[in-house]
């Protein structure tokens, strides 16, 4: 059965329903896989599990664009695992047509905080000239405007699971693909699927999880601003990256 197929005999939930998930001591998993493995994945825990739709689609299509510093200050700090680090982007949910500017933080105890504010869809582009944005990037990090350009643009798709216990929530991306603005270079890793699992911490094993362990699929950290960046700007440091590009090239070839 090919995936549109299974994800639509899969029971379906609204995004009013999702914000019952709510984890408020939560683990996060990446996996990243060859998104060939997707209709296996979905096979195997469509029993468990509601597809999130939004206007009768279970795809729901991302836009996103970081920004940072000439000298690529915070995906430098991400690369040298650097603690109370940040990400700053500008995020279009295609499919809801809203947009966001975002701030995400990660403390020195690993823990994750996203803060954001709305903006009209027709600034994506131009947000860090809004007003209100300025202000927001001045109130919640050390990085003045006027030392930030738009670096890094990213597209793919979306599926988000909620298993029917509705403590765990799944997101798969797939069909990702990178443009760099600064450097002009283009980086297509559509044929890789990025998955993230969130469940409370200490929950035992869930179904996808024991999915992905039976098709020999291990976890795997990934951030798209840093894979991104890394296979599209030759200046940026990636020791740290090279066995994570090395895994995708890898799988962009099976």
């Known amino acids: 059965m090919a995936i549109d197929g299974v994800l639509s005999e899969m029971p379906s939930i609204g995004l009013d329903d999702m914000k019952a998930v709510r984890l408020m001591n939560r683990m996060d998993r990446k996996y990243m896989a060859s998104a060939e493995m997707l209709e296996a994945l979905l096979e195997r825990i469509a029993d468990g599990y509601y597809v999130q739709h939004i206007g009768g689609n279970p795809l729901a299509p991302y836009r996103t664009l970081y920004f940072d510093t000439d000298d690529l200050r915070m995906y430098t700090m991400h690369h040298n ?144 601003y840093c894979i991104g960046t890394a296979l599209t700007d030759p200046a940026a440091k990636t020791n740290r990256f090279k066995p994570k590009l090395l895994f995708i090239e890898k799988t962009l070839k099976q």
């Open 81 to 224: 695992r650097k603690l109370n680090r940040q990400k700053l982007r500008v995020r279009t949910y295609r499919s809801t047509d809203t947009t966001f500017f975002e701030i995400k933080n990660k403390d020195n105890k690993k823990k994750t905080r996203k803060v954001r504010i709305p903006i009209d869809v027709a600034l994506f582009d131009n947000s860090l000239e809004v007003p209100e944005v300025a202000k927001f990037v001045d109130g919640n990090t050390p990085y003045p405007v006027g030392t930030l350009h738009p670096c890094l643009e990213n597209r793919f798709e979306r599926i988000t699971l909620v298993d029917k216990g509705m403590s765990e929530r799944v997101t798969i991306d797939r069909g990702i693909m990178f443009h760099n603005r600064a450097t002009g270079n283009d980086a297509d890793i559509s044929q890789l699927m990025v998955i993230e699992v969130k469940h409370e911490t200490g929950a035992p094993m869930s179904d996808i999880e024991r999915a992905l362990h039976e098709l020999h699929v291990l976890p795997r950290r990934m951030s798209k």
